[in-house]
């Protein structure tokens, strides 16, 4: 993204995840559209017409891909214990990337952000590891694991 001066944040207490929506600078609702449930760590596709979010429930979470036009939303990880989280989207849009657990052990996975085909592994970890961004040419995936 184009360094535009602008910052964006969350507050409130704890970190089961909060409704998503839009505002304005000035933090006044655009609209009416939110996504009820517990969403963390969203991420805008390029095109700015969809997001990728973790979406928690119970004890665990899934990848939800939400499309800013319609305002539909459909669940791209079909595994809550997996703990699936952090979505980044590739320079294409083609896939997204996200950390999750899986045999007991953290990873980053991707899917093609169409939902087709199952997860392939990029890296196995054992402590927890999640993708912050995908490098301009796809080649690489920058990740914090502590």
């Not at 973790?54 to 939800?64: F, K």
């Not at 980053?108 to 054992?126: K, V, W």
Request: aromatic residues 8%; proline residues 5%; charged residues 25%.
């Amino acid at each position: 993204m184009p360094n535009t001066g602008v910052l964006v944040y969350r507050s409130g207490p704890g970190n089961r995840g909060f409704e998503l929506g839009w505002v304005d600078r000035g933090g006044r609702r655009l609209d009416s559209r939110a996504w009820p449930g517990s969403y963390l760590t969203p991420a805008l596709s390029l095109d700015r017409k969809k997001i990728a979010a973790a979406r928690v429930e119970n004890d665990g979470s899934d990848i939800w891909l939400l499309d800013v036009t319609s305002g539909s939303a459909s669940r791209l990880t079909c595994d809550q214990t997996a703990l699936n989280s952090a979505p980044v989207w590739s320079p294409d849009g083609r896939q997204v990337a996200f950390g999750g657990v899986r045999n007991g052990k953290w990873g980053i996975h991707a899917r093609a952000s169409d939902g087709s085909g199952e997860d392939s592994t990029l890296t196995i970890s054992d402590d927890p590891v999640l993708p912050t961004s995908w490098s301009d040419d796809g080649n690489y995936i920058l990740y914090a694991r502590s």
